[in-house]
């Protein structure tokens, strides 16, 4: 049976429907992709979560366990892998970087980053909310996270010569 290890609550600025989850080592020349079918984006340490919603703000919980965690209520969007070199994840915004403390994961290495969402409306009225001007409530996340069995990280390229 899978423990939760580390549990964290963020409040992210959503900013043209997005804000990336990603590994405290990363820079900006790995931005995850931009997908045109709102899938998150994924790259090797770092994922872009889709909104339905351009503007507003959310609460991210984010939660780190020792193993594949047990299934929960909040429906699932995806999952995808990381790989983190520092064993520290961050939050950031789009415009605003990063969203108050690194989380820690234990250590380095490959993980799964399960997304979750819960919608404050339905999915089909979102043209709708767009457009009201309501920001606040209408979405939350739920990041799940833990790290892969015999993924050790591949740490840093080595140098070339």
Do not use: K
């Amino acid at each position: 049976m899978p423990n939760l290890v580390v549990t964290a609550q963020r409040y992210v600025a959503v900013d043209h429907c997005q804000f990336t989850l990603h590994d405290f080592a990363w820079d900006d020349v790995e931005q995850p992709p931009l997908n045109a079918d709102e899938s998150p984006g994924v790259g090797v340490r770092s994922v872009r979560v889709m909104s339905l919603i351009r503007d507003h703000d959310v609460v991210v919980d984010v939660q780190v366990w020792d193993g594949e965690p047990p299934d929960s209520q909040v429906p699932l969007v995806a999952e995808v892998a990381i790989e983190s070199l520092a064993g520290i994840v961050v939050l950031a915004e789009l415009m605003g970087g990063f969203v108050e403390l690194p989380i820690p994961l234990g250590m380095p290495g490959r993980y799964a980053v399960r997304i979750r969402r819960s919608l404050g409306f339905p999915a089909a009225d979102r043209w709708q909310v767009n457009a009201s001007g309501e920001r606040d409530g209408l979405e939350s996340y739920l990041l799940q996270l833990w790290r892969l069995p015999g993924a050790e990280s591949s740490g840093p390229p080595s140098p070339s010569g």
